[in-house]
């Protein structure tokens, strides 16, 4: 064989006996032609367990070989007399793979014919073993004759050309690697990844995945059972104690919860001065307040989202301050200088007149949910009907002076000579102002759960990381008073800081929203339902995780692969200290907006991202010692935190 076909994988076939040679002049037989002798394949392929290696010494390992996993740690190797078998070499598409017993690849399942049925060879073709019976193969169950492998052999064969792709790859990133410790002899680095892929050569194995969406098939009693597959439950997953979190009992925001915290806010709103303003224009009339409220709650969608936006433009504490508002106003392109109730100064008025009536009522004074100089979402809807009025029910008065305000509710905003009520001005202010707003400040946070959290994969990441996690969140949760054992905004902002992870590709803005929008809806956001309203539980931390994985600039399964690292924490670590321009590379190009479609699918971006931050708080306690990600407790992330500069 010459030198470069020792770098050629090569299918092992098991020798035929020398009567059944391939040889010169002689006719070919195949596997239909010549019964398999269970015994004969196993003795054979038991004797050889010890495969070429190619000239740079990485162990070639071929398709059968990988498919006999029983052949690699055999406790029974006789060899046969020299010269007896001799090895037979075939390329893997001019000579079809066979499957011996014991064989099980992977998704395959194969039954070994019945004794009667295997043909023994002449005593002189069996390896002398009598005198060993205890070494003797035992009798499997499992066998197959090629015949039965028929159909799969085109897959075999594309299984094996993959195998033979994969390795040559492997091998020539390998060979970089090497290279680069010849010109880095000090890299750490480069030394690390070279082992790590030189491991990787040799653990590679041929693989062929098959489904196994109807279960695997148990032999018992020579009758087939079929053991089903066990189907995820999303109560049974990491989210499941999240049912208990709200009184609604449902992993969802429901439309029976829309409408209870809709309803509360209103009726707060209107004890602090809104009914009186409805009534000031559109009489007091029965029916006019009921026309507002659900001209408001047809757009609770678009509404309380929008408030959760801007409540977030710097941090989150429930309310919306005065440059927060004016923000919004602008956004909507309400300001004009050229109105007598829309300039800029009438809009910081109603500002300042809204924030000042609710607190002048006693009931609501005492709870101390209405801050100075800021707006909670009841005083926000206050201002929104106060918007519609200023924009389309006040200067239809004025260029009526000698008419009245329309009594009762329906009138429309375009009709001629009338002044329109004040239920539609609000559908005429959602519908042809707040649609200037950006997209994303009305964002459905259930879709992102339907979509991306509550799904088996996510779920099995999550699971691997539990320990950790909980610890994580040990150290950040509150530990006394009423809120104990949930985590506000402070602590979950210290976190993403802590980590480094607030950059260009996820800036603080991006982190505000992630948690806002992992908040649960809550029927009663007013007195004791106001800390579930401002906090999350574990599981709403495991969705804001899920959230920021989904837009961070993180790497994909094949850059870690090709790079020789196992997983992201060390892959992007080694990328900053060595590549500034590659790790800036990823992060312009891999990274997403704000309600972006995500750059992999969200279940290996979590991961990911979970390896990055344990790698950091590994690298920052054991002080850059190796340590398994999996024994930090809570102890190690709390001396995290402490540790911060």
Known sequence: MAADDSLIPMVVSPALPPRLGVGAGRKQLSWEDYPLDYETAMHRNRARTDLKLDARGASMFSPVQAMLPSVQTSTYSP?????????????????????????????????????????RPPSRLLPKVSSLPHLRPEQSRLGTRAQRAGQRRSKLEAAAATYDISLERLKRTA???????????????????????????????????????????????????????REWKLDESIWGPRRQWISTGEFYDTPAAFEVRFDEVFGRALRSGLKRYIERLDGSEEGVVVAVRDALFAQDRRLFPCFDFYASRDGYDGVIGLNDFSQFVCDCNLPDPKSNHLRKADIDRLFIAVDTASKATADEESDGFNRAKALSSDEFVNAIVQLAAMKYVLPARDKDKGGSPTKGAGSTAGATGEVPSVASAIECLFDADLSQLDANAFLDANTF???????????????????????????????????????????????????????????????????????????????????????????????????IAAIKALPSDEQIAEAGHTDAGSYMAALRADSPSAHEALVLTQGRLWGGQPFQPVMRAVNHLLHIIMHTVTQSVAKGGKRSVSSLTDKDFKLFFKSEA
């Open 79 to 119: 060899v046969p007399e020299a010269g007896l078998f001799p090895p037979v070499l075939f390329p893997p598409v001019l000579f079809p793979p066979v499957l011996f017993p014991p064989v099980l690849a992977h998704g395959l399942q194969v039954r070994r014919p019945s004794l009667p049925q295997l043909r």
């Open 175 to 229: 060979l970089l690697n090497v290279e680069a410790c010849v010109r880095k002899p000090g890299s750490s680095v480069a030394s690390e990844a070279a082992e790590n892929l030189t491991i990787e050569v040799r653990r590679h194995r041929f693989f062929l995945p098959e489904k196994a969406a109807d279960g695997l098939e148990r032999i018992e009693g020579g009758k087939r059972k079929k053991v089903a597959r």
């Open 449 to 547: 759960r339907r979509t991306h959290c509550y799904h088996e994969g996510t779920d099995s990441v999550l699971r691997q990381h539990e320990p950790s996690l909980r610890a994580l969140f040990g150290a950040l949760q509150i530990q006394r008073g009423p809120a104990k054992g949930l985590l506000n905004f402070d602590g979950w902002f210290k976190l993403m800081r802590r980590l480094d992870l607030i950059q260009v590709d996820l800036t603080e803005r991006d982190v505000n929203l992630a948690f806002t929008w992992s908040r649960m809806v809550v029927p009663h956001p007013y007195g004791p339902g106001a800390l579930r309203n401002q906090n999350i539980s574990f599981e709403g931390f495991l969705e804001a995780l899920c959230r």
